[in-house]
């Protein structure tokens, strides 16, 4: 008897699973084929982000071997078409590394290159910090005291990431200016921090032992 009852509670599930299927089954068919089309898109997405990120890869290193060749012309101009054409994480390295290059023919418009960079809403605090300060290097020999410091005593704040170079270039502008206590001022700040490089530490004692000596360039 029992195995009547089975067989009728069979029956009654196969009904019931015949109807969902009649009523939802293309819904369900449609989803698996959506599910299936959208890992193969994702992969291939994957594949062509990828194939992208290789080649700009190679291309920036070809734009390198050249700057390192003292190529800068043909540096600049590889560089700057990866600028406009790479990847997001290479552009920004290739604007850095074309400005550089400028910076062999024309110290001023690779200033402004530096500057366009820095300005950018685009790119992380410390990649526009970094173009500042490149920005410093080029100025530091020639630029007012005052300039220098516009540009670079924001960068010299603690916990931002080239403080410790900004503070010796704003010491060394300084010092150049006969602006002795703007010098002794940041000489003192790279002395207490405790994360100076040593590099920074030895060239700031040089420079202090000058100022004790009083001697200017």
Known sequence: MSDIFHEVDEEVRRERLQKLWDRYGTYLIVAAVLFVAGIGAWRGYEWWENKKAAEAGAA????????????HAEAEAAFGKLAVQSTAGYRALARL????????????????AYDDIAASSALDQSMR????????????DTAPFDELRRRLEPLAEPGRTFRHSARELL??????????????????IIAVDAET????????DVLSALIAAGGKS
């Open 129 to 140: 910090d970094l173009a500042a300060l490149r920005a410093g290097f080029i100025l530091v």
């Open 97 to 112: 590394r074309e400005a550089a290059a400028i910076s062999q023919r024309d110290p001023k418009e690779a200033v402004k």
């Open 197 to 204: 490089p040593q590099g920074t530490r030895s060239r700031i």
């Open 60 to 71: 920036f290193e070809a734009a390198v071997t050249l700057s390192d060749a003292g190529k």
């Open 171 to 188: 010491a060394m502008s300084a010092w150049r200016a006969g602006d002795m206590t703007a010098a002794k001022r940041f000489i003192d």
